[in-house]
Nanobody
Framework: QVQLVESGGGLVQAGGSLRLSCAASGRTFSSSTMGWFRQAPGKEREFVAAISSNGGVTYYANSMKGRFTISRDNAKNTVYLQMNSLKADDTAVYYC??????????????WGQGTQVTVSS
């Protein structure tokens, strides 16, 4: 079993940056694909980015390409999401997920509790 704890959310002005972290416990982290998802009020949970177990392959939702960067440090059992050029539309609760594949939330086995990101315009 893997437990995930996100941190790094907060309030930022449009155009600013935030770096989210997701600390994982459990032995399977280094062998798991990890992903970030987000959910805004009244909307479905949507895919943001994913990274393969060794960090060699990354995937992004089209609207995040060029602005967001996913990375991981398997020695620290941590996955990161660097978010630049933030927009008001990026306001959401951001969730870390693990043990899945690709962009489908249903394929992920482990979820964190989420961290709120609010972008003021």
């Amino acid at each position: 079993q893997v437990q995930l704890v996100e941190s790094g959310g907060g309030l930022v002005q449009a155009g600013g940056s935030l770096r989210l972290s997701c600390a994982a416990s459990g032995r399977t982290f280094s062998s798991s694909t990890m992903g970030w998802f987000r959910q805004a009020p009244g909307k479905e949970r949507e895919f943001v980015a994913a990274i393969s177990s060794n960090g060699g392959v990354t995937y992004y939702a089209n609207s995040m390409k060029g602005r967001f960067t996913i990375s991981r440090d398997n020695a620290k059992n941590t996955v990161y999401l660097q978010m630049n050029s933030l927009k008001a539309d990026d306001t959401a609760v951001y969730y870390c997920a693990g043990g899945g594949r690709g962009s489908s939330p249903g394929s992920y086995d482990y979820w964190g509790q989420g961290t709120q990101v609010t972008v003021s315009s």
